[in-house]
């Protein structure tokens, strides 16, 4: 049931509690349980153990279904090829314009990730070597967050890295499939997909069964328990962020129609009734507007409980002197989507710090971004955008440091190495450097 | 005392069950400890609550200390300076040589590291904005394992990537702290040290207290409740990878002297006895001359138990029948440190897929990367060298995707959106989108 009033909470940059407040808005922490990681240590150490048999007796018993063989849980080429063409034609042809964009704008990333060297004048070469990952696994969630343009945002840049092999998992509840998910699978090139999913998904990625290939990365969002299993699994493969709710932060300097706000705003809270959307203004009038375009939407909106809980829980309006305090708070939020929905958004941009992906202008609406803009839509949340950045094709890179001493250098380094290595008590490596010194 | 015998077990590549030795060789998994966990945990929570007073409590009983005020615990940049101005001169010019090359190398990797961005022939724009983190904390491991080395490896690059402060902590047991460490903090631009160590020190960073700041992301090595302490806060904060033992892989054609590669493997050997070195060659006859080197040099080194400890239990000398093979098995190690000492190592470094550095041709010692090369000693271990790079000024960077669409560019994008938002039941971010639809 809708609630009566959707009002998300407004604020004033100015008052004095303002700091407080802004806490209390952006507090999010994953709720750790210490039950859900004891069950995710058990499975683990099955699967460990156990390998394809641990996996098919906790498929049946989580996802409820009936077999005996891992070969029943494996879907090739030629069944997602036929997934592909038994979609709506119209939808095969978004996926595939959608993928084509995403490609092109990760080939550009690709290209600022190349492997360089320099020589010094002794003749000593200095570099990087820039080299994709040998095997990725993906995770893909089943039932109602499972997302074909999530498949071409994770697969896809793991390819343009030159990765040859992305193995997908995607669990099958009741035996039930999205054959879009499929479909994107096809468009991506993904290798091969096992119907697994939970825990025992990411365990079998990350040390490989008799059927499933150990990965070198797992990637993509999931439950508790694939979060927990990933956060376990970590150093044995590497893994992405784990993901917080989705979050907008909406600037805008009131010259946008209110109603395209309002629905930015509803793009983010339709996810799950902890998105977070904040639109930021310095015009009150305008904050004014938009509540009341909200009031008007709302009730035409598909998922409208939803978007309510969401903006009364964790929405805001947020009233600010000026465009330039706007910036501030930016920085502070380090939100994972900021739309700058402002005249001349180029001006503001040298401002923004820390933002995970930045839409600017008033026709950039978020949602373009999460389908078919090019950029990847896997965005760092809950104000990590701090220290992290987007799913990139360099996230399934890796650099190695190549180092050649001429004998002249080694000679002149060797007396530097010397000295600090018995600094700190290491006379193997002080010998070591001191063999390469010229008498 | 030493042990009787030093032998590295000898393993033959065509051997049947080589792969299953191998595998056994290499096997390592850090003691997961469930005591140590909840410790952990508690050291957490309580620092979270209780802040300083907490972080003095902790420091008192582990470290020993008598203090009641954070300020005893802070140095400021005077007690860094007069640390470097009371060293030896012979160590502070040193320290100074080396910082200045891995501050050169840094530099060539800042180079590769810029914002960037492309225009669609409709006017849309789209790239990326590279950013650094706002503040960085720098773990440094009191006692034996204090590195002024690693101070300079872990600090010049945040420096480099424009981070405008590089807070260090340092744990003082019995108050006793290392004059090189801290001259190694004032040459490499660290702004702040805190006194402290320990899951309470790594605790304090993350969320910060009364007189710690908080910072994005915490870096440095450190023992097992410093490593899980990271693991837990690790999305709270970025942290960079929990390293394990450090490992050699040396490849010889057989013409290098055998004492030179005897000595490199020490140079790992000695860091622990978990440490490990391994040395292939398709020169039978070469491996029995490094043996024979082992077995001379080992009785002269400070510390023989140390690396006989380490050679017995984990180190190994391969036979292979060709270098071709030897590249296959370092592929398969993918190891923290590789030596190329062979006749034109160029010829083979396409080879190499997995590696952390590479150090090239008979005079590039492992050591000198250590100190003073350039490129950094903080590397992927354990085989992580699949999935992970040398610590990098792309660490204390982070990204924005940056999405600019023109109104003709929304138009037509909106449309593909509008498609898969509603394959996928997002209303929201269909009409969101077709706001943006021309009429």
């Not at 004033?12 to 210490?34: C, H, I, M, R, T």
């Not at 190349?114 to 570099?127: A, K």
């Not at 190695?400 to 700190?424: C, D, N, P, T, Y």
């Amino acid at each position: 049931m809708t609630s009566e009033v959707v009002a998300p909470v407004q604020l004033d940059f100015s008052s004095p509690d303002f700091s407080a407040q802004l806490d209390s808005l952006l507090a999010w922490e994953s709720v750790s349980n210490d039950s859900v990681q004891e069950q995710v240590k058990t499975i683990i150490a099955q699967v460990r153990k156990q390998k394809d048999q641990a996996v098919i007796e906790y498929t049946c018993r989580f996802d409820r279904r009936h077999l005996s063989s891992m070969s029943d849980l494996t879907l090739g080429a030629d069944r997602l090829q036929q997934a592909l063409d038994n979609i709506q034609p119209e939808q095969h042809s978004a996926l595939e314009a959608a993928a084509s964009r995403i490609r092109e704008y990760h080939q550009h990333q690709h290209q600022q990730q190349s492997s360089w060297n320099y020589r010094e004048s002794d003749g000593t070469l200095l570099g990087q070597q820039v080299t994709p990952m040998d095997r990725v696994g993906l995770y893909v969630p089943g039932g109602r967050a499972s997302y074909p343009s999530s498949v071409l945002m994770n697969a896809i840049p793991a390819s343009v890295a030159g990765v040859p092999e992305v193995v997908m998992v995607v669990p099958a509840p009741d035996g039930e499939l999205n054959e879009l998910v499929l479909a994107a699978a096809a468009i991506a090139g993904v290798s091969r997909v096992f119907t697994i999913g939970g825990a025992q998904a990411v365990a079998a990625l990350a040390y490989g069964t008799q059927t499933i290939p150990k990965v070198d990365k797992i990637i993509g969002p999931g439950n508790i328990y694939v979060a927990t299993a990933k956060r376990e699994v970590f150093g044995q493969v590497g893994i992405d962020m784990i993901a917080g709710p989705s979050e907008i932060l909406v600037v805008c300097d009131g010259q946008s129609n209110p109603d395209w706000i309002a629905m930015d705003l509803f793009s983010q809270a339709e996810h799950d009734e902890d998105a977070q959307a904040i639109l930021i203004s310095p015009d009150r009038v305008f904050l004014g507007q938009v509540q009341k375009s909200i009031n008007r939407l709302l009730p035409t909106m598909e998922r409208k409980d939803i978007i309510a809980t969401s903006l009364n829980k964790r929405g805001a309006l947020i009233s600010v002197p000026d465009l330039e305090s706007a910036c501030e708070l930016v920085n502070r939020i380090a939100p994972e989507h900021l739309e700058l929905s402002v005249e001349e958004p180029e001006a503001w941009l040298p401002k923004i710090r820390h933002a995970g992906a930045i839409f600017m202008g008033r026709y950039t609406a978020e949602a373009l971004g999460d389908y078919c803009a090019g950029p990847n839509h896997v965005l760092p949340t809950s104000g990590t955008a701090r220290f992290s950045s987007p799913l990139g094709v360099y996230d399934f890179q890796k650099r190695s440091s190549v180092i050649q001493f001429s004998a002249e250098g080694a000679s002149e380094m060797g007396k530097v190495a010397s000295v600090l290595a018995r600094g700190e008590s290491l006379t193997a490596h002080a010998r070591s450097a001191e063999y390469r010194i010229k008498d």
